[in-house]
């Protein structure tokens, strides 16, 4: 019963998906411990139709890690482009699926390399 009470400081949205069965109580329950902006983020997923779970799940584990220097995140962020680059660069057109967290992601991660690249490339010119 407690974990009823404490799910109504929840988003309706996370509230109704519970209710509908869509998202464990468990899990929505662990959405309360997040910011305001953070469960505004899930409920606004969660309307725009993306799964439940998925989406708490997404979010829970999005806590951002952080690094000792701003080198060893970009080191970390290269590594797993290289990864991802050779698993799915001849397999993108197989995705079926992306979800609106997805492609905010998505996009942000360009907006973050665009960034990244215009930097390396200021730094390399003036070392030559």
Known sequence: MDRYLRILDAPQAVQDAVEAG??????????????????????????????????VRQVLGAAPRRFRNATESKDLLVRALKRARGDLARR???????????EKALDEGA????????????LRATQE
């Open 22 to 55: 869509t998202l464990p109580l468990t899990l929505a329950e662990k959405l309360v411990g997040l910011g305001t902006a953070q469960r505004e983020q899930v409920a606004t997923a969660i309307r725009a139709g993306d799964e439940p779970s998925a989406v």
């Open 92 to 102: 993108v057109g197989e995705v079926r699926w992306f979800s609106h967290a997805e």
């Open 111 to 122: 907006r973050l390399i665009r960034a990244l690249l215009k930097h390396a490339r200021s």
